[in-house]
């Protein structure tokens, strides 16, 4: 039962055991999951009843982003405590939010209260967001990261303890902090990119990492309003540094990547057109050594929730997961 249908007290009392499933993250995850950050946008109430909605489509993870908005980790706890069995995860939560001692008691936390049921994404996020908005200093990212991996590994921990692993994936775009991710991490997940990014991270991390890109996807056939959409999406991530410098590495020339990108540099970053296009875009990540991808339906309206989409695309991806994971 999905759209205006869903009973959300019905999805609530679904009663399903996770007993069993073990260590295998890749498994747990699945092929498919959501990025959103359209869950902030609405009440608290509405975000589990849309995170009920999610998990009844059949996708894997609901990914969620921090910026500004509710503290990621009592997000997640909302939504883990209304579904069954779909995967939390953060995309990610920023190592200058909290000490590394607060951020262990977090994690340890959740994944003691909702066993095999969170994947917590860590990232160095970017300078204007530490500095400017949070009052921290930006310095020597990759070091930084590394060091609170060692701190959070470090941390003291009074509560019940988890009875499985904490798991962790590092949002990684080089070299160094993809091999960063592949020595002290579970795996990475890649923000902004492209198979190619993709297969090129895969060649780094080596097979047994978890890889897990985010993919932008417009359900719009005309090419002009899909790339004016998608064009919305670009521009905010084309102001930040480290974004563009991994475009650059792909090959991009940085005079493609002003004014929030040319056609070319769009049509590379947002999957638009039918279902059928989309679910190509995501396939071919899965081709180059994903494990799972992140898909992001951006809504015209940029802070409305793309439920329709959501609803629309969950047959065609549902199925090239289940595919995917009988292959």
Known sequence: MTGPELSFGRCARIVRSIAGMGDDLRSVLGPIGIWTGALDAVPASQAQELACELEELGYGAIWLPEVAGRDVFVHLALLLSATSHVVGATGIANIWARDAVTMAGAMKGLT?????????????????????????????????????????????????????????????????????????????????????????????????????????????????????????????????????????????????????????????????????????????HLDAGADHVCVQAIDPDRRGVPRQQWQELAPALVDLGRRRRGS
């Not at 960063?180 to 080596?206: C, K, Q």
Request: charged share 25%.
């Open 112 to 284: 003691e209260a909702f066993p095999d049921r969170v994947v917590f994404g860590l990232g160095v996020s970017h300078r204007n967001l530490v500095e400017d908005l949070r009052g921290h200093r930006y310095d020597r990212p990759l070091q930084a990261m590394r060091d609170y991996l060692a701190a959070i590994d470090a941390a003291p921990y009074t509560a019940k303890r988890p009875s499985v692993p904490v798991r962790r994936v590092l949002a990684a775009l080089g070299p160094k902090m993809l091999e960063l991710a592949a020595g002290r991490a579970d795996g990475a997940h890649p923000y902004f990119v492209t198979p190619e990014h993709t297969a090129g991270a895969r060649s780094i991390l080596g097979s047994e990492p978890l890889l897990c890109p985010e993919q932008a996807v417009v359900l719009e056939v005309d090419p002009t309003r899909a790339r004016e959409i998608g064009r919305t999406y670009t521009s905010i991530y084309l102001a930040q540094p480290n974004y563009v410098r991994n475009l650059v590495r792909l090959g991009f020339a940085e005079s493609d990547l002003t004014a929030g990108g040319t056609d070319a540099v769009v049509d590379a970053l947002v999957a638009w057109g039918t279902v059928e296009d989309v679910t190509a875009r995501v396939a071919a």
